[in-house]
Each structure stands twice: as structure tokens, then as C-alpha cells.
């Protein structure tokens, strides 16, 4: 019913930026949480920025400042903005959505259950 697919990724040099898209099929762009997670190879899978279903914004502090998450409702698509990307930024990121439990706008990492297929973003120094 839901699928999404991300793109943008790729290689770039220290302090270069690029943008991530998700397109999401088959999923309302209202009522629901949109969040970039991103996992480095023998890393644990992070969350990078969350977008809740009113649009509110949170980002993780290691990007806060660099990343900027924004949507178009109209395409039903999502954007990750990544400036002064550095070496650690390097990792396969991806695209997730959540439906909020009734009450709440905002999402826990744990309630994505949607995800897209990731895209590889590498840094080099």
C-alpha cells in the first residue's frame, strides 16, 4: 500500500552538499510522520531528522544546523537538505514513514514502519 523511494545520493568531498529525495506512493502526505535514518556499515541504524504529522521538525544533534528536512505536499515528496557534509556523514540513509497513535502529532523511532529502499551518501576527506 505505501512505498517509497529514495535518490540524491551519492559521492561528494568534505564540506559539499547534496539533496535526498522520497517520493512516497500510496501515502497521504498529512496524518502521518516522516523521518531520514541513516546506518553505517557495523553502525546502528540512527534517526537523522523527524518530521511530525503537523509538520514539526527534530533533528538529531550531530546534523542540527547542516540538514534541513522539507516537503512538498503536492508531489507528496520529501527532501534532506545536506550541507557541510563531513566523512562521518558517510552511510546508507533512508527514507521512513509512521502513522501517530491517536492524541499524538508526533512519532517515536520505533513506531516507522515504512521504509525505503536507502540511498548511499559517501564523504570523503
Known amino acids: 500500500r505505501v512505498q517509497l523511494v529514495e535518490s540524491g545520493g551519492g559521492a561528494v568531498q568534505a564540506g559539499g552538499s547534496l539533496r535526498l529525495s522520497c517520493a512516497a506512493f500510496?501515502?497521504?502526505?498529512?496524518?502521518?510522520?516522516l523521518g531520514w535514518f541513516r546506518q553505517a556499515p557495523g553502525k546502528e541504524r540512527e534517526g537523522v531528522v523527524f518530521i511530525s504529522a503537523d509538520g514539526g521538525t527534530n533533528y538529531a544533534d550531530s546534523v542540527k544546523g547542516r540538514f534541513t528536512i522539507s516537503q512538498d505536499n503536492a508531489k507528496n515528496t520529501v527532501y534532506l537538505q545536506m550541507n557541510s557534509l563531513k566523512p562521518e556523514d558517510t552511510a546508507m540513509y533512508y527514507c521512513?514513514?509512521?502513522?501517530?497513535?491517536?492524541?499524538?502529532?508526533?512519532?517515536?523511532?520505533?513506531?516507522?514502519?515504512?521504509w525505503g529502499q536507502g540511498t548511499q551518501v559517501t564523504v570523503s576527506s
Open positions: 521512513a514513514a509512521a502513522y501517530p497513535p491517536y492524541g499524538r502529532m508526533w512519532c517515536r523511532q520505533s513506531e516507522f514502519n515504512y
Open positions: 500510496g501515502y497521504t502526505s498529512s496524518g502521518h510522520c
